[in-house]
């Protein structure tokens, strides 16, 4: 029971790891959907300037979920997607303390996920004004 706990905890971290951030956004660049793709482009530039300035301390997961989950859910607009992304969200959160027991880098990573968020948000808005 303890293995299948860990594997469903890796499984929902997985959900904010870069390899579905990138998917996420290559998927979004295929139409392309603006603003969309710019908010997820801004924010992962922001998020490896953090990480190279931050150097580990803070849960990257959480930050990355938590982005992928505020813009996936403007873009949807759908009620039933966006609980299930809140759902999900949770999950990654519960995940990465069960994993870690690190309560300061998992609220640091959710500060950093909703500072990028604005900063990405306001950014992209700009960039569909200028182009």
């Given at each position: 029971?303890?293995?299948?706990?860990?594997?469903?905890?890796?499984?929902?971290?997985?959900?904010?790891?870069?390899?579905?951030?990138?998917?996420?956004?290559?998927?979004?660049?295929?139409?392309?959907?603006?603003?969309?793709?710019?908010?997820?482009?801004?924010?992962?530039?922001?998020?490896?300037?953090?990480?190279?300035?931050?150097?580990?301390?803070?849960?990257?997961?959480?930050?990355?979920?938590?982005?992928?989950?505020?813009?996936?859910?403007?873009?949807?607009?759908?009620?039933?997607?966006?609980?299930?992304?809140?759902?999900?969200?949770i999950g990654i959160v519960l995940s990465s303390y069960y994993l870690t027991q690190d309560n300061i880098?998992?609220?640091?990573?959710?500060?950093?996920?909703?500072?990028?968020?604005?900063?990405s948000y306001y950014l992209a808005t700009l960039t569909i004004n200028l182009f």
């Amino acid at each position: 029971m303890k293995n299948f706990k860990k594997e469903l905890a890796r499984d929902f971290l997985a959900l904010g790891s870069w390899v579905f951030f990138i998917l996420v956004l290559a998927r979004a660049m295929i139409k392309p959907y603006r603003p969309f793709t710019d908010q997820i482009a801004i924010a992962g530039i922001i998020l490896i300037i953090t990480a190279i300035l931050l150097k580990n301390k803070y849960d990257a997961y959480t930050s990355r979920a938590l982005i992928l989950m505020f813009f996936t859910v403007i873009f949807y607009q759908d009620n039933l997607f966006a609980w299930f992304a809140r759902l999900a969200f949770i999950g990654i959160v519960l995940s990465s303390y069960y994993l870690t027991q690190d309560n300061i880098k998992i609220i640091k990573g959710i500060i950093i996920g909703i500072i990028t968020t604005a900063i990405s948000y306001y950014l992209a808005t700009l960039t569909i004004n200028l182009f």
